[in-house]
């Protein structure tokens, strides 16, 4: 058994929606550490591209702005990583969106915006990007990654009804689209993450200290948890896990 390449990403692409902060410019990084291309996407054109600029010391690390939350807009993020790319080695859907509003008041603008892009979104980018996974997986497995969340898992007390649902159904819709995909090479799972410090996530970002008393590991997530489980899926180390999604969050879920 040879375990030294176990974890390598050498020679591989990866696309990343949402890269330009938070989780996915944490993924970005690990990614570029293990070897691979990076492409990152993100619907801001400015911060995707100063954050390609900053990870480009790690390795070749590519901006392509685009918004993903309609179909429209993923099928441009396509064709602009067509132009660089023949093939698709790894594809983390990153991308989200969260909103709150008491249960009397949630409207149904909240609900569709956040809904299409967690779940919808996913779905629609990993169909138009089947053809180059399929391609990539020749000697090797190409992956499809889904950053999910605990909140899909377990119930907190934020009344983030449309967040909640999405991220529930995109475990289940992993399930389902990893025994559609084994059989084309393509390995799909998910990961949900607990709490970590990010725009989205600005309790975790702004009251760390305060938070991580709830936690069993006792603090937040730090950038190389977040690396390392993607890493791990990413890599030839995944290769068995299909359709599961992997929780990454201290322990949390199991003391609500």
């Given at each position: 058994?040879?375990?030294?390449?176990?974890?390598?990403?050498?020679?591989?692409?990866?696309?990343?929606?949402?890269?330009s902060?938070?989780?996915?410019?944490?993924?970005?990084?690990?990614?570029?550490?293990?070897?691979?291309?990076?492409?990152i996407?993100?619907?801001?054109?400015?911060?995707?591209?100063?954050?390609?600029r900053?990870?480009?010391a790690?390795?070749?690390?590519?901006?392509l702005?685009?918004?993903?939350?309609?179909?429209?807009?993923?099928h441009?993020?396509?064709?602009?990583?067509?132009?660089?790319e023949?093939?698709?080695?790894?594809?983390?859907?990153?991308?989200?969106?969260?909103?709150?509003?008491?249960y009397?008041?949630?409207?149904?603008?909240?609900?569709?915006k956040?809904?299409?892009?967690?779940?919808?979104?996913?779905?629609?980018?990993t169909?138009?990007?089947?053809?180059?996974?399929?391609?990539?997986?020749?000697?090797?497995?190409a992956?499809?990654?889904?950053?999910?969340?605990?909140?899909?898992?377990?119930?907190n007390?934020?009344e983030t009804?449309?967040?909640a649902?999405?991220?529930?159904?995109?475990?289940?819709?992993t399930?389902?689209?990893?025994?559609?995909?084994?059989?084309?090479?393509?390995v799909?799972?998910?990961?949900?993450?607990?709490?970590?410090?990010?725009?989205?996530?600005?309790?975790?970002?702004?009251?760390?200290?305060e938070?991580?008393?709830?936690?069993?590991a006792?603090?937040?997530?730090?950038?190389e948890?977040?690396a390392?489980?993607?890493?791990?899926?990413?890599?030839?180390?995944?290769?068995?896990?299909?359709?599961?999604?992997?929780?990454?969050?201290?322990g949390?879920?199991?003391?609500?």
């Amino acid at each position: 058994m040879d375990t030294s390449r176990l974890f390598s990403l050498e020679g591989r692409s990866a696309l990343i929606t949402g890269g330009s902060r938070g989780i996915g410019r944490m993924i970005a990084e690990g990614f570029l550490a293990q070897g691979a291309r990076v492409y990152i996407s993100a619907r801001k054109a400015a911060a995707c591209d100063q954050t390609a600029r900053e990870l480009s010391a790690f390795g070749h690390c590519v901006s392509l702005p685009a918004d993903v939350s309609t179909l429209e807009g993923a099928h441009s993020l396509v064709d602009a990583y067509s132009k660089h790319e023949d093939t698709l080695d790894i594809l983390v859907n990153n991308a989200g969106a969260a909103w709150g509003a008491p249960y009397e008041e949630f409207p149904e603008s909240g609900w569709d915006k956040v809904v299409d892009l967690n779940l919808k979104t996913p779905f629609f980018l990993t169909q138009a990007l089947t053809p180059m996974l399929r391609k990539a997986a020749t000697d090797h497995l190409a992956k499809v990654i889904n950053i999910a969340s605990i909140d899909g898992i377990s119930v907190n007390p934020q009344e983030t009804y449309s967040y909640a649902a999405s991220k529930a159904g995109l475990i289940q819709l992993t399930r389902r689209m990893a025994l559609r995909l084994a059989q084309e090479r393509i390995v799909v799972s998910a990961i949900a993450p607990g709490a970590f410090a990010s725009d989205m996530n600005k309790v975790a970002r702004d009251h760390g200290d305060e938070i991580k008393g709830r936690i069993p590991a006792g603090r937040i997530g730090e950038p190389e948890d977040m690396a390392a489980a993607a890493i791990y899926l990413a890599s030839r180390a995944g290769d068995y896990v299909m359709g599961s999604t992997l929780v990454v969050d201290g322990g949390v879920t199991h003391a609500r």
